[in-house]
């Protein structure tokens, strides 16, 4: 990677890592992009460079997490058990959303926005269930029906239990061990 690829991954990587910090302690809707520009060091101008919007951070990080996903699934070891390996993939893709400081409280916020209606959430949601089903596919040589099968129980298992103790207040660490069980739970029909 050349000195200005890096230049630019580590600038945008600083407006990231601001915006979660600021998020975290303001709050979605009270943190601005010119205060987001300002932490990281850069121009408003700068900022809107790497992203259109303010949400569109979030769904760096989202993405960032699906590629983080795919690679761990990716370097699964031959012969591994496909449901060991797609839940130790969602944990590191659970672990890295609280490191970014996406808190439960935060992307709660966050989905109110018009950019998260059902409609534009669901064809993103689509698009990283056929990178994680697929990375399944090619790392164990599973079915394409049954590594989407085992990633759609994943997802949904994980997303309802998030909801609900984002609903309740839980800490995030409570939250994330809950999410977690709760992936291992929706694999252990799929486990031989």
Known sequence: MSLRER????????????AGRLFDEQGYDATTVDQIAAAAGVSPRTFF??????????????EERVDAGVAAILAGRPGENPAELLAR?????????????????????AYEL???SP????????????????ALVSAC???????FAMVGAVIGAVSGTAAVSMSEGRPD????????????????????
């Open 7 to 18: 230049k630019k991954q580590q600038t945008r990587q600083a407006l990231m890592d601001a």
């Open 89 to 109: 993939a969602f944990d590191e893709m659970l672990a890295e959303s609280w490191t970014l400081g996406l808190t439960p409280g935060l992307v709660g916020e």
């Open 119 to 134: 409609r534009a959430s669901l064809d993103r949601s689509n698009r990283r269930l056929e990178r994680l089903a697929g």
């Open 141 to 147: 040589g599973i079915e394409r029906m049954t590594a």
């Open 114 to 116: 018009p950019i998260f």
């Open 173 to 192: 660490e409570e939250t994330l061990a809950l999410t977690s069980r709760a992936c291992r739970q929706a694999l252990a029909g799929f486990t031989p």
């Open 49 to 62: 460079t790497y992203f259109r919007h303010k949400a569109d951070v979030l769904h760096t990080h989202s």
